[in-house]
């Protein structure tokens, strides 16, 4: 661990280089926004060819003129990630429609060593969806059907193209009954490719689970064209190693993604969610654990955010702000569904409670209980659909309220429960005034969004900030990335959370899947084990 | 999938010759129960090396006596399978204290090209956990401890050696308030690094998931003696790839499990369990569908068993019978808990269900209304708790019950539901009155435990069982092994349920974690994609 800790060196990146070996390590980015901090310099790999107009001429013959697109603007959204802070510098974006396509274009770029970047809903947030130089873009966005649907035999079982859009899927599966086992704030925009790739949690992980036990099957392509039936749509198939999984949360490292297979929970009879609010992390964590007891298989989700988290959500456009001593919380539309006294509290955390009308009973004696023994100081039961959606609102719209106020550091979280809210405070305390420390993340999986929201990128703030997350995290046992992958971000962090002999078997695996590296270089594992021989 | 089809043929296995190439197309076995059919003739390879007094020396060093096992009594047992259907005749049993010692075991069995089967509590249904020829058994039953577990965070998660007995960690958790996501009828004998090792499903997983779900970490040995920790507590960890899936189901061929992480479940505070009599498959099925809709996820399994099934249980020492056109079921105490009656039920089929007792009444109203619409014929529901493990009892008793009554050709299939019982009554009329064939299984995961029962084994039985059962299951998209694995009885029809592209590299992952092909050679892939380069 020692190695990656001196290798630390802040880096700025700008995009006006991009093709070049353009990483300096003392320049000040003049576009703040495009700025990210990596543990050790990165270079272009000089074994990948550049794209040629025989490349070009060969794509488009393969995919017709609408799969190749060099349209700069097209290109310029995707070359930059969600939050703007990566930016590559990518000239060509492929659109197959099936997974011929795909492979077809796998083989071609491999025997060229033409280096791709597999790119969903690109909603990651740890830069591993944009190209790092000029990689070829492959977006499955095209391939969006959904091929079967199994709800005769309530077995909820969905084979989809990976290229749909969640929230398509969601829609879809509640005419018919069902949810997805998974749900997240970006999910107008993220594929199911994507999401699986990443090994998503979100916010429904605590009752259903992850990915790894819902997904029953996957197609993938690898780097050399060929194309992995692992499609299945059994419940149990004990025949050989499960190799979906190395799939799962590669972050279209080891294959891309064109089909999937996922075991849909069927729809609650009724969904309960409260917004509560605790005096402190204390009784908050003491709520969760009670919750568990009491409420068990029906509690669906525990989510939490801060009174930072709170006074951010409610100074941004979606929540409306009036100055009685008491913050009414509006939703988007304005409609104001209730008041808490926000200032006297000083966390405030919600969670969601979901069952059939039945469990009504259960949770109203809970929620009375939990007030009467000072675990919560106040709190909401939502009264209908409306109100329950301007819940999950205020939770969903945290990371983009956090982008609107400026530059953000986000870290991603696994720690043990009782510690998890140490490191914020401890957070705090290292930064100081410059810049605010906001916690909110998936209470009930042991899950922390830690971020730091500061005016504009600034290196000094950084310094703070890493390696001291890293090493805390590490110290405690916890992930140095809980849900959102490694990326580009966190590449060359990997031995925070995993032991050497694991991290070299990784590379090995890598360097048997993809001989040529061609798959989304530069992350997820440190390049210099890669180049190792 | 034809070259494997053409190469089917049946062979018999005589322990007598077991350290020479002592496959034999023609002669018949003189012990029915050495007996089996793989599809291709296996030889010893020559590449392993034969213990030597040097080898026994160094692992005496190592381990000491009691580690080192040359007993015939005790090798005899670790030779031969639970069904007394595999034998092998290793000389050599070595039972390792702690990881490290497993890690210097391959080491030195790796530098000297000993070929190894790990075993554990030796329950396997498919010939896996026996040596084929001289392999060194490594038993890891001497590391038994549990060696944390969280239940003051309610995350119920516990980390143990891999050679603890499952029934021992399920009576460790009953203490604690907690559950094992897995229970099966082996609890008593099989350890929990062999449960990973097969991913074993059994009578839980449709509540909650398989393995891949609920493992969280492990840890493990490879050929090499490296140690994998992979033993992470956390429900979120998404940095890199995730390697404990390779693990979790590859049946000792690419590593030794020595530890495990697991979320265990809180206890439900009631179980309630139903004994149902269907009129016939139809009404049975139909009736698990109603239960999915109506009782969602508070249901816990969903077990069946047809009415040949019910005579075989019932005319063993489990169960008691009087003739007055009642069959009275008695447990094993002799304690009468109900009667039904059998003759006027062409299928019998039980499912259990459990909840908190505030549930109860939903329960009894959908069992009413099962009644009412015609979909039971009749039932009953236990009163306590000893009826309700008298009901458990029927279900789990039924492999040994099929032990006692002779030979049996065990197959294990996931296969769509609705097609599930056609193959059982094709299967009746493909083999006429030679055979009885007795399904049972768990119906609420698609798994049909499909028995063929016959005085003896014979082989103009088993020419009308194979290759017609994996067909018929290949044609139907099922899987060959829903949850036994597939071990040295079906290594060679892994292509009956995965593409050949998908064997490859599982093959390429065997060879790169286990260049000498030492654990557990001959079992789980194909010998000829193993020796290609
Ligand atoms: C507002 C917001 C809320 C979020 N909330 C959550 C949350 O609650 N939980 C959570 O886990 N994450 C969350 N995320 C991040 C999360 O990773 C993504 O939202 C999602 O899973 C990525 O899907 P995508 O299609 O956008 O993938 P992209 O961002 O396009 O790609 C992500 C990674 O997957 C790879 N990839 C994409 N598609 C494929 C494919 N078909 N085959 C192979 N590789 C592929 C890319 O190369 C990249 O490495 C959130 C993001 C935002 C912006
Ligand atoms: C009565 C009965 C009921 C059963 N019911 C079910 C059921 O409901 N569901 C189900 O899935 N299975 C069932 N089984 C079979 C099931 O596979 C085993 O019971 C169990 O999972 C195997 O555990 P074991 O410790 O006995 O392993 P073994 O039988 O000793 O070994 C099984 C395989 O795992 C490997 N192995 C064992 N330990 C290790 C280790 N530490 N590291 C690496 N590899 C290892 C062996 O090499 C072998 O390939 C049943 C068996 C019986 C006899």
Redesign the interface.
Known sequence: MEKWRAADRLLKFSSRFASAVNWNNSCKSKQGKYFYSVATTVHRNPLFSIISPDDISYFKTLLGERGVVQDALALDAANTDWMGKYRGSSKLLLQPKNTEEVSQILKYCNSRCLAVVPQGGNTGLVGGSVPVFDEVIINVGLMRNILSFDK????GVLVCEAGCILENLISFLDDEGFIMPLDLGAKGSCQIGGNVS??A?GLR?LRY??L???VLGLEAV?ANG?????L????????????K??F???EGS?GIVTKVSILT??K?SSVNIAFLACEDYTSC?KL??EA??KL???LSAFEFLDSDAMSLVSSTTFLGTENHGQEVIKDKHGQDFTSIDLRALPLEFWYSYAS?S??ME?LEAFLLHSVESGLVANGVLAQDINQASSFWHIREGLPEALMKAGAVYKYDL?L???KMYDLVEEMRVQIGPAAKVVAYG?LG???LHLNISAPAYDDNILAKIEPFVYEWTSKN??????????GLM?AAK?H????P???Q??A???K??DPNGILNPYK??PSSLLSQN
């Open positions: 005769v035999i309530v077995s990443t090994n949690g992980l689970g992850s790894h036990g819902s690898l060929t194309v992995l039936d692992m299945g749509t059994l419940r149990k198939d004990n025949t050989g190693y499960d190799l999984h190395l799962i949360g590669s080891l929970p069927p609650l964590q969760l654990l568990k007891k068990g298989g029906i059939g039945i469990f259960n696994s043990p429960l009782e998936h999986d042991g899950n046992r916890g992930s140095i990335s809980a849900e959102h992958g490694l966190k990997i925070y959370s995993k032991s002999e694991t991290v078997v990784m090995s695996i890598k048997l899947l997820v594992l």
